[in-house]
């Protein structure tokens, strides 16, 4: 099948994978046009698509020439991030070039790259001027996909057919039981505009939505990317996106990912007649849990310079600005870093640099920037500018409020530890359910570190004190917890008290064992929507597994074939047989039991729920 359908077209060059499974089809075609097509494990998956630039938004790319630029290159490294999903990443492709003539445009060069997991390609070389991207992705079937909705719950399950209008990536496709896909970008530069797709109904055909681009200086495209993998879990655990971005320049040793206190959910909240609030005596007992546990970071919210929105509001000499760098200089004296919010507002009407150059000085360790105003290439322009000032100025960054999506900036950037591509949960139970974790880990997560603040432990039944947003939260205690540990980031941002937290000794030892960088991670089992099993090793060498569940009770079988050679000691967290999400959210319970690489772990989540195992030499 992969010689016949290539042969039916006379310039067909094929890039195959280095394990040839995936093989990505050229073809220039009679009609003019540069198409590909794409086979993933001997099947048709993408069908033949159209791509390429044209000097004007109406016309169509043609092409006028076509040639091989050499010859295959084939690559065989590693890629050693300072942090991410694991601390050494295979990095493995074919490669091929190809001169391109577009009528009316010029000459170009198109990079193809084929991976065992996913293949990718772009333009570069574009002349300097006015074009237009044209790119299709014809899949070759009515599939099954799902879409980042924003501040909502994804779209999806949506047969492709049925989609029609805008959609936004990442989109996830299930094209068969063992064989799942998913649209991205990867290394998208300044004069690039974020990619969106678009489709009409009762086709299986999308298409990046077209954008004039303007190019000072000679053009390369974004990487057009198709993430494949035989289960879900493997599009998770794939590291394309990040590989298709160029390394760091500078020193990153600075940079400390982990987790990190939140003060703006613990506003309101009382325990034994302590209120909390957004104040010095409140952070103070924040930066004392978190150095008790060994957590990193300690992020201070909006209001801390003055009303957030309110035009006169001073990013560096506000309402609390002298309280903030005691609470700097205190946690520096404990071992903890301090984030500081900055909007869009005083981000935009006072100097930038100069801010960030004073929260340096004070000692700062991170940003976290809200509410970007302005189109979606203006913010994605400004992100790019804030990241790279941050980096000069050693502060970490978190980006909230309908951010840019990431492409794989955070091997460039380490800086980037994370960003709100999702929706936080703790903002509308009516918008976040159990379904909208486990189906967000397979889609927004796969364009990079998410901050979804996972982790609120006020379970009780009722509205609580908090005086931001005071609604129940769609969880168990355990299922909590293991959304933390599940959601890739550099920064894992828990958002309650810590007296919430020391009711459930045992799953804050399990939070606590949540040391960055990680050594490794995989996902043993899942499906999108329905649920989710992770494993991550530690920075000491432990292995932590997760699970979390949509609204049904499920159990799942944990081989626990990832340990090396001998016992260890494993505390396993789960849901008491009668917790549920919606009722008995606090019931949880914890047992030890000694496992081996030959142990196949049982494991029973409520409606809502999760487990939690920590895995400890013995």
């Not at 290539?6 to 009609?31: Q, R, T, Y």
């Not at 014809?138 to 980042?148: K, L, Q, V």
């Not at 649209?183 to 505009?193: F, I, M, Q, T």
């Not at 974790?437 to 039944?461: I, K, R, W, Y």
Request: glycine content about 8%; some cysteine.
């Amino acid at each position: 099948m992969l010689a016949m359908a290539p042969a039916l077209h006379a310039k067909v060059i094929n890039v195959k994978s280095p394990d040839k499974k995936i093989v990505f089809s050229l073809d220039s075609g009679k009609d003019g046009k540069l198409k590909y097509c794409l086979y993933v494990g001997g099947v048709l998956t993408v069908d033949w698509s159209e791509i390429g630039y044209s000097a004007n938004i109406i016309n169509s790319p043609k092409v006028t020439s076509l040639s091989a630029k050499g010859g295959q290159k084939s690559v065989r490294k590693e890629w050693t991030p300072l942090w991410g999903k694991r601390s050494v990443v295979p990095d493995r492709y074919h490669q091929r070039e190809f001169n391109v003539v577009f009528s009316g445009l010029g000459s170009c060069i198109l990079q193809v790259r084929v991976y065992d997991d996913g293949a990718a390609f772009r333009f570069t070389h574009l002349p300097a001027g006015k074009m237009t991207e044209k790119t299709e992705f014809n899949f070759a079937g009515n599939y099954t996909a799902w879409f980042y909705n924003g501040e909502r719950h994804n779209i999806g399950p949506e047969r492709l057919m049925e989609s029609d209008g805008e959609r936004l990536p990442v989109m996830t496709v299930k094209a068969a039981q063992n064989r799942y896909l998913a649209l991205h970008e990867a290394c998208l530069g300044a004069d690039g505009w974020p990619m969106r797709l678009q489709s009409s109904s009762g086709s299986t055909s999308f298409e990046v939505i077209p954008e004039q681009i303007e190019a000072s200086s000679p053009y390369t495209s974004a990487w057009r990317v198709i993430m494949c993998a035989d289960a879900p879990g493997g599009l998770v655990d794939s590291h394309l996106i990040e590989l298709l971005n160029p390394d760091p320049e500078g020193d990153f040793s600075w940079v400390r990912p982990g987790v990190a206190l939140w003060d703006w959910r613990i506003d309101g909240a009382v325990w034994e007649g302590y209120h909390y609030g957004m104040n010095y005596d409140s952070w103070t007992r924040m930066i004392d849990f978190a150095a008790e546990q060994g957590f990193s970071h300690l992020v201070l919210d909006a209001n801390w310079y003055g009303p957030e929105f309110a035009a006169s509001s001073n990013p560096v000499n506000g309402d609390k600005a002298q309280d903030v760098q005691r609470i700097i200089k205190y946690g520096q004296e404990r071992g903890v870093g301090v984030w500081l919010y900055l909007n869009d507002v005083a981000g935009t009407r006072y100097p930038i640099e100069e801010t960030l150059a004073q929260y340096e000085q004070w000692g700062a360790a991170g940003v976290k920037y809200g509410f970007m105003n302005g189109t979606p290439l203006e913010k994605k322009r400004k992100t790019q500018e804030i990241t790279r000032l941050c980096a000069k100025h050693h502060l970490l960054v978190d980006y909230h409020d309908y951010p840019v999506h990431p492409y794989g900036q955070m091997r460039t950037w380490p800086n980037a530890v994370t960003r709100e591509y999702c929706k936080a949960q703790l903002d509308g139970r009516q918008i976040f359910q159990p379904k909208t974790f486990v189906t967000s880990v397979f889609v927004n997560m796969l364009a990079g570190p998410l901050d979804m603040n996972n982790g609120f432990m006020e379970l009780h039944q009722g509205r609580t004190t908090r005086k931001d947003n005071n609604q129940e939260v769609p969880s168990t205690a355990t299922g909590e917890i293991a959304r933390t540990m599940i959601t890739w980031s550099g920064a894992t941002v828990i958002p309650d008290i810590p007296e919430y937290y020391h009711k459930y000794p045992q799953l804050l030892e399990f939070l606590a064992a949540e040391k960055q960088p990680w050594r490794e991670s995989r996902t043993l089992a899942g499906e999108i929507g329905e649920y989710i099993v992770m494993m991550r090793q530690n920075a000491d060498g432990d292995f932590l597994v997760a699970a979390a569940t949509d609204e049904s009770a499920r159990k799942v079988s944990v081989p626990l074939s990832f340990l090396p050679k001998g016992s260890w000691i494993a505390t396993i967290n789960m849901d008491t047989p009668d917790a549920n999400y919606r009722t008995n959210r606090e019931h949880t319970y914890s047992e030890t039991m000694t496992v081996d690489s030959d142990t196949t772990l049982e494991i029973q989540m409520a409606p809502g729920g999760g487990a939690c195992i920590l895995i400890k030499k013995q």
